[in-house]
């Protein structure tokens, strides 16, 4: 239902953007997001990075990447976007692309779908 790309290896202080491509059914009715998983943190809860609602006019971060983080999506691809700006070595995770039928309570127990992930790594 959701297919991420766009991870990879950047240097602080650089930029990239992930995609996550769901299909028509999931994102003409779900909220879309993104989650990371920390290295060396499996155990934990993956963590809350930033969420678009179903219509797009609303957003959310964590305060970890507000001012840094984008996310945006594309009626027209079935595409939500993160663009990530001034990335630090602690932005390295494995980032999900995730879905949800409300806006509301986006923790990473409560969530629809989720993608396979995509790897970025920030050297420094």
């Known amino acids: 239902q959701l297919v991420e790309s766009g991870g990879g290896l950047v240097q602080a202080g650089g930029s990239l953007r992930l995609s996550c491509t769901a299909s028509?059914?999931?994102?003409?009715?779900?909220?879309l997001g993104w989650f990371r998983q920390i290295p060396e943190r499996e155990q934990e809860q993956r963590e809350f990075v930033a969420r678009i609602s179903q219509s797009g006019g609303n957003s959310l971060y964590s305060d970890s990447v507000k001012g840094r983080f984008a996310i945006s999506k594309d009626d027209d691809t079935n595409t939500v976007y993160l663009e990530m700006r001034d990335l630090k070595p602690e932005d390295t995770a494995v980032y999900y692309c995730?879905?949800?039928?409300?806006?509301?309570?986006?923790?990473?127990?409560?969530?629809?779908?989720w993608g396979q992930g995509t790897q970025v790594i920030v050297s420094s």
């Open positions: 028509a059914r999931v994102f003409g009715s779900h909220a």
């Open positions: 995730a879905a949800k039928r409300t806006s509301v309570g986006w923790t990473s127990s409560s969530l629809d779908y």
